[in-house]
């Protein structure tokens, strides 16, 4: 079992920009240094309560230099946002600095709001996305890019540099829908997903048809690999741990209800800290942890945990880094 860590970087009215920047940097090299094999950084626009951190390979580039050993991910890149040349050539500098630690992670986007921001058709970058996707991986692995798509063209292009892992780096897909685990399944790459956003019983039945349509199209399902992404707290009690947890996810859950107003019912309204603490979250001293853990484990045989340290971005710095020593040293051990 790998863990790593994710970043959604959510700045609030009593916070600085610098100050968050400064403070995920700081926590990704204690992160390196206590052995959580990867960094997840995700890419959202227009809302500072939320995020900000449009340009996550930017701010994964920063986190190359600053590390030795931890992989650097985007979780995720929205692909309809961006051109695949563009995508292909900084995800590629991000593996060249870090010597092969990129790991090139990607969405097809929900978000009206960013579409719009973009300036994008949201049905013409969703049905775009496996065009763009087979493009970026054409652009790493051929010396002269010869594309004639429906979305995307290309003639006699040497897209460069080529990324420093051969023949290019991992490959994970986000997948929240119905039709976006059929799809990745079919792609046959690694999956991202989140149960406290797509529910217990939806990543439950989505992992199924996933597994499935590797299986159907030929792929090996034994090398694709499930992460999922916890919010995630360790303290010495389980009072502590429950009460130190609650302010950060209340401010997600804010967040994301304030995001909704005026376009219909959302996920948040259904969703509480008690939910989030009973069904979907690692938060509890360490024994209940690794019982929580097991309990994932047993429910979507994940290769791989994505551990969401703070939520809603309101822990101290310093309470995110004992968290995170806790759960490496008192956690992890039990299952390498």
């Known amino acids: 079992m790998e863990f790593g860590i994710f970043y959604q970087l959510p700045c609030g ?17 204690v992160a390196d240094g206590l052995g959580f094999a990867s960094i997840w950084l995700a890419e959202l626009h227009f809302n500072a309560r939320f995020s900000v951190m449009p340009s996550p390979l930017l701010a994964a580039a920063a986190i190359a230099r600053t590390t030795s050993s931890i992989k650097i991910g985007t979780a995720v890149n929205l692909v309809s946002l961006h051109h695949p040349i563009r995508l292909a050539e900084e995800t590629a500098t991000l593996d060249i600095l870090s010597k092969g630690r990129a790991v090139f992670g990607i969405g097809r986007g929900s978000n009206a709001i960013h579409f719009e921001g973009y300036g994008v058709d949201q049905s013409d970058g969703r049905d775009s996305f496996p065009e763009a996707v087979d493009f970026i991986l054409k652009a790493w692995t051929n ?41 990745v399944g079919s792609m046959g790459h690694n999956i991202l997903v989140g149960p406290l956003i797509a529910t217990t019983e939806g990543v439950r039945s989505g992992l199924d048809r996933y597994r499935k349509e590797l299986v159907n199209r030929g792929h090996d399902q034994s090398k694709a690999r499930v992460n999922l992404a916890l919010p995630t707290y360790v303290a010495a009690d389980p009072e502590g741990a429950y009460s130190g ?21 959302g996920r948040a309204d259904v969703l509480n800290y008690d939910m989030v603490y009973e069904e979907f979250g690692i938060i509890g001293d360490t ?19 994505m551990c969401w340290f703070n939520m809603g971005g309101t822990l101290t710095s310093n309470q995110v880094k004992t968290s995170m020593e806790l759960f490496a040293k008192e956690v992890m051990p039990h299952f390498s």
């Open 245 to 265: 947890m609650q302010p950060t996810v209340d401010a997600y859950l804010d967040t994301l209800r304030s995001n909704r107003q005026g376009r219909g019912p």
């Open 143 to 183: 010396e002269e890019l010869n594309y004639d798509g429906e979305y995307y063209h290309a003639k006699g292009l040497n897209v460069v540099p080529k990324p420093f892992q051969k023949p290019h780096p991992p490959v994970y897909v986000a997948s929240n829908s119905e039709d976006t685990f059929e799809l």
């Open 13 to 29: 009215p009593d916070q600085t920009v610098v100050g968050r920047y400064d403070d995920m940097i700081a926590e990704a090299q």
């Open 287 to 305: 024994q209940r942890c690794v019982q929580r853990l097991n309990h994932f484990i047993d429910l979507f045989d994940p290769q791989e945990i």
